[in-house]
């Protein structure tokens, strides 16, 4: 029926809700009826769990109301996620019930009670979306189905009924008389979800769920979640009672009932210790003539001091999660905050307190990475859109400090509010936490530390900072720049409370330790190994893992490698191309389909499609991104030298691979012109991460430098026009231009995409937007012309895209593609925390 935008009240300077009717609304006599019950309805409450109305009005023939801003989420998006701890679900009921009371003392009933008209906020539930409201004064019961609740989230619309069903009352489904019994009805399916994470009422069809909330009851909540007290169900089965007469009769002594147990639940605790506190000092007094000797004696003895206990526990995350590589913890060791893809692909920042079963996620934070605490544990900095920000833990909007373009490796906030940043390549910033412009530090150089420098972490001191380089971990003063390495053949090293230096390195898994003399800035003794079990590697290569000043340690434990080529039809079917469980990523097919090559570890692999057998391109270094040429040889990037630079190879393992071009910056192969013979590739540049460069008879050339990043270069088959990928919007985005004039500029994708693939007839583009494959029609013989989009399937459990490397490829004739499918087990999705690991720590490894 509406829809609802977020607007600036510039007069009274507050952010504000605006509902409008919904375009040819206004012309419908029951829209606008609906429209104005509810104006009326919410401007005759004055409750704090309900949403109020600032104003309505009509401008311009549109039809509105003003009303109170919400930042939060649907009580419908929260439980998506499971129940609700006990103590809240009672606090959330309690107010929910509460409005409700207000509500019906005023003769109005609701009507549409469901998760999806609860907004969860900072200051607790509130209570949404009046459009279906009834006065007392209208008695009539309803005519047709329109007058019941509806079905869309998060809020009513016109449309379907299916979906609000399992909220409505058996009088509703009749069509009888409505009144505030109904609402308790709702209430009950709703307290019922926010308990046992189970809709109360659940189907098949919605003729059978109808059936259900006639003549069933629902399943026991005690016998879903055994911790439920009995009085919390005996009041949920009293507002599900079939007959009204047999439910609760008014809001106010249902909540009576609710404050009442949840008094009850928080004093049993407290009535246990103090039971047991009587019974103590019971057998204490029968005891104090033989203790009255005993206690002269221990008085003078050294009490013995017990030992912090190490405590293992792991956290997994929500089924629809799977981490992104990037963790933190607070300094007092009490909140975790990681990255995580949920199920629409989508990246964001989560916070979980270790004292919760809860895990949030932030809003404002898409495309999050590198997450790091402040010094009082109070904000979290990240990277997210081309700009460093921080965001308040207990809630609000993220706060820019810097614009900082895509290619930030790490970050730390000291005690002086000062940030130091990594970039990719270029080195070490420092910017001001309270936001300014970012400061070079420490510069990369290729002679003395290499162009990688990351990691950075401010010391104690709050005068100098580790971080990683080519060279090993060095130091560096935040006022002079000047520099030492001080651990050479390691990476990601953080320097904790106890005295030694924590970090990982490619001798072997896990992480290791050595003391550390903060005032000399130097290891003493041989590292140890103090956790050899292998972790999960980052998506920038580097081991993540976190520790708190009071010594509890998080890390993302690695998952095992399974992962399956397939081949997917246009409809979604697959059929497997090999049995054989393998890591397997960037797969491309080679000109004639006969052969695809693909990375598995830091190799190249090629596998015969006829034959099955598999040959393995050249060895050293860390090799990646392969790529086709017109006539059969594979070019792929290694770092055997230093940085990642270009090699072409025989595909068929033959010869040593050969070098084509060296240069100071990273490179990886992006697709390969049949037309000229050119190659376009990956490069890095000093105002920008990712460029688009041409390499044509071995020279270099730039085709795209921007201050945007572009990513995903793919050739048309006849060479005339060139996909790729570009953040310039905020997001990635698939466009097309000419080549290689690039006179013009086609955009491909709508509302977000990556990783362009082209059929080999070049009618059709393909490209990837979260678990969507969606295609494009395109003309590419003549001119150029682009139709719309269409989703050809949708699924989460293939490999996701990597920085610069498409994870599928299209068969010749364009029927099928060649995926990696991830196979349970594969996919992240647990963090492990140790409590009081110091302990652990330095039993094994003496502090300096």
Request: glycine fraction near 10%; proline fraction near 6%; include cysteine.
């Amino acid at each position: 029926m509406g829809d609802v935008y977020r607007a600036r009240d510039t007069r009274l300077d507050r952010t504000v809700a605006i509902k409008v009717l919904r375009d040819g609304a206004g012309d419908r006599t029951d829209w606008r009826g609906r429209f104005e019950r509810e104006a009326r309805t919410i401007a005759s409450l004055n409750h704090p769990h309900i949403c109020t109305l600032y104003d309505v009005g009509r401008e311009d023939g549109v039809d509105h109301l003003v009303m109170e801003y919400l930042e939060g989420e649907t009580l419908a998006a929260r439980l998506a996620r499971g129940p609700l701890p006990l103590a809240q679900a009672l606090r959330y009921a309690i107010a929910i019930s509460d409005a409700l009371d207000k509500a019906h003392r005023k003769g109005i009933t609701h009507r549409d009670l469901k998760p999806g008209n609860i907004m969860i906020t900072k200051a607790g539930p509130k209570l949404l979306d009046f459009g279906l409201a009834k006065e007392r004064r209208d008695v009539a019961p309803a005519e047709s189905l329109s007058e019941l609740p509806t079905a869309m989230e998060p809020l009513t619309a016109e449309g379907t009924i299916l979906g609000t069903l399992q909220y409505m009352a058996p009088e509703q489904l009749e069509g009888k008389e409505s009144d505030a019994r109904t609402d308790l009805f709702a209430f009950g399916a709703v307290l019922y979800e926010m308990a046992t994470g189970k809709r109360a009422f659940e189907a098949k069809s919605q003729a059978s769920l109808i059936a259900k909330i006639l003549a069933s009851d629902p399943p026991s909540m005690s016998g879903l979640q055994p911790m439920t007290p009995r009085a919390l169900e005996r009041v949920v089965e009293r507002c599900l009672a079939k007959d009204p007469e047999e439910r609760w009769q008014s809001a106010n002594d249902l909540t009576s009932e609710l404050k009442w147990i949840a008094e009850g639940t928080a004093s049993v605790a407290a009535g246990t210790r103090t039971i047991l506190g009587r019974k103590r000092e019971l057998f204490l007094s029968a005891l104090a003539v033989v203790l009255a000797g005993v206690a002269a004696w221990s008085f003078l003895q050294p009490s013995p001091k017990a030992e912090p206990s190490i405590t293992r526990v792991e956290m997994s995350l929500p089924y629809d999660q799977e981490l992104g590589g990037f963790v933190a913890i607070s300094p007092e060791g009490d909140r975790v905050a990681y990255v995580a893809r949920a199920g629409d692909g989508t990246r964001r920042l989560y916070l979980r307190s270790l004292d919760e079963f809860d895990t949030r996620a932030v809003a404002g934070t898409e495309g999050a990475t590198d997450v790091f605490f402040s010094p009082d544990g109070e904000w979290v900095g990240f990277f997210a859109e081309g700009k460093l920000q921080r965001v308040a833990v207990g809630g609000g909007a993220p706060v820019p400090i810097a614009d900082v373009p895509r290619g930030a490796y790490g970050a730390s906030w000291g005690t002086e509010d000062v940030i130091v940043f990594a970039r990719f390549q270029l080195g070490l910033y420092r910017v001001p936490a309270r936001g300014g412009q970012p400061e070079l530090l420490l510069a990369s150089d290729p002679a003395t530390l290499g162009y990688f420098l990351a990691y950075p972490q401010i010391l104690p001191d709050a005068q100098h900072a580790l971080f990683t380089s080519a060279k090993g971990i060095g130091v560096v003063s935040l006022e002079t720049g000047e520099w030492d390495i001080v651990l050479q053949s390691a990476q990601r090293a953080v320097f904790v409370e106890s005295g030694h230096l924590i970090y990982s390195s490619d001798s072997g898994p896990g992480l290791f330790a050595i003391p550390f003399d903060l005032t000399r800035f130097e290891v003493r003794g041989v590292p140890i190994s103090i956790l050899d079990e292998t972790l999960m590697v980052g998506s920038t290569g580097t081991v993540p893992y976190a520790v708190s000043s009071t010594g509890t340690l998080a890390y993302l434990p690695a998952a095992t490698a399974q992962q399956t080529l397939v081949w997917v039809n246009r409809n979604g079917l697959e059929r497997p191309v090999t049995e054989e469980r393998e890591e397997y990523e960037t797969p491309v097919i080679s000109p004639d389909g006969s052969r695809v090559a693909f990375e598995r570890g830091c190799d190249i692999w090629v596998l015969d499609l006829v034959r099955g057998n598999k040959t393995r391109l050249g060895t050293g270094g860390c090799n990646g991104r392969p790529l086709w040429t017109s006539d059969g040889e594979v070019v792929f990037s290694s770092n055997r030298t230093q940085e990642f630079e270009l090699y072409r190879v025989s595909a068929s393992g033959v010869g040593e691979p050969e070098r084509i071009l060296q240069r100071e910056l990273t490179q990886h192969p992006f697709s390969w012109n049949p037309k000229d013979n050119v190659l376009a590739f990956f490069d890095v540049g000093p105002d920008s991460d990712w460029n688009i460069w041409m390499l044509h008879e071995g020279k270099p050339s730039p085709f795209l430098t921007t201050p945007f990043n572009e990513t995903f270069a793919r050739f048309s088959p006849n060479g005339r026009f060139l996909a790729y990928v570009s953040n310039e919007t905020g997001r990635d985005e698939v466009y097309v231009v000419p080549y290689p004039e690039r006179s013009t500029r086609w955009t491909l994708s709508r509302g977000g995409g990556t990783a362009p693939v082209w059929s080999r007839d070049g009618k059709e583009l393909f490209y990837r937007h979260g678990g969507e494959m969606i295609a494009v029609e395109v003309e590419s013989e003549g001119g150029f012309s682009v139709g719309a989009p269409h989703v050809l399937f949708t699924e989460t459990k293939y490999l996701r895209e990597s920085i610069v490397g498409a994870q599928y490829d299209v068969s010749p004739d364009a029927k099928s593609f060649l995926m990696v499918r991830r196979e349970p087990g594969s996919i992240p999705t647990r963090i492990k925390i140790v409590l009081n690991w110091f302990e652990e720590l330095k039993k094994r490894v003496p502090a300096p």
